[in-house]
């Protein structure tokens, strides 16, 4: 297996992400709602073409901020076809429209994105991406695993002796707060 850890330090793209965003726990809106975006452009393709892209993704979704987002229509999704910043995947950019409007209905039943993420753990792998395939579009398994992981709702984003894995250490995510044998015997 080989670690994120392993080649994206030093990196001029893969670094700044692995150093100080990939596996940190978050509770903002936004920045869950982008990295929900992020993966599910990423399907099929390298991350680094998603990394490269990523200024560019901000501004033709609007930052990523969810009211925005949700409020896109007809108009919008053909200006996210045509912007070459942008993934011009018409599924992929339908599902993260509609991804924005699940997540505003998130706010009603669960007072919000993270705190429906809360109310789910801990789960499997295998039961999250059976919740959100049945709550999101577009999301498998790869990409609700990244997602999780990215947000330190899953283990396995940085080996253990990675500076960056005892930086988060320290936060306590989610997936260390529960067993280790939790994840381990599923």
Sequence with gaps: MTWYCEYAPGHQ???PYHDT?????????????ERLA???????????????????????????????????GDKDV??????????RNH?????????????????????????????????TKADWVKLFKK??????????GEFLMSIGYLP???CVDCPTFKKIARLAPPWMQVATAFYEDR
């Excluded at 073409?49 to 993704?57: D, Y």
């Excluded at 609007?62 to 949700?70: K, L």
């Excluded at 053909?78 to 993934?87: A, M, P, V």
Aim: aromatic content about 10%.
């Design 13 to 15: 793209f893969h670094g």
């Design 21 to 33: 965003e990939y596996g940190f726990p978050t509770e903002d809106e936004t920045v869950l709602m």
């Design 38 to 72: 992020l993966e599910i452009m990423q399907a099929g393709l390298n991350w680094l073409i998603i990394l490269k892209k990523r200024n560019g993704l901000n501004r033709a979704f609007g930052a990523f901020r969810v009211d925005t987002m949700a409020g896109y």
């Design 78 to 87: 053909k200006r996210l076809l045509n912007d070459e910043n942008n993934i």
């Design 91 to 123: 599924i992929k950019v339908a599902a993260i429209i509609e991804n924005a409007k699940r997540v505003q209905a998130m706010r009603a039943s669960h007072g919000g994105f993270a705190q429906w993420i809360a109310a789910h753990h801990p789960l």
């Design 135 to 144: 709550t999101f579009k577009f999301t498998g398994g790869e990409i609700t």
């Design 156 to 158: 396995g984003c940085h």
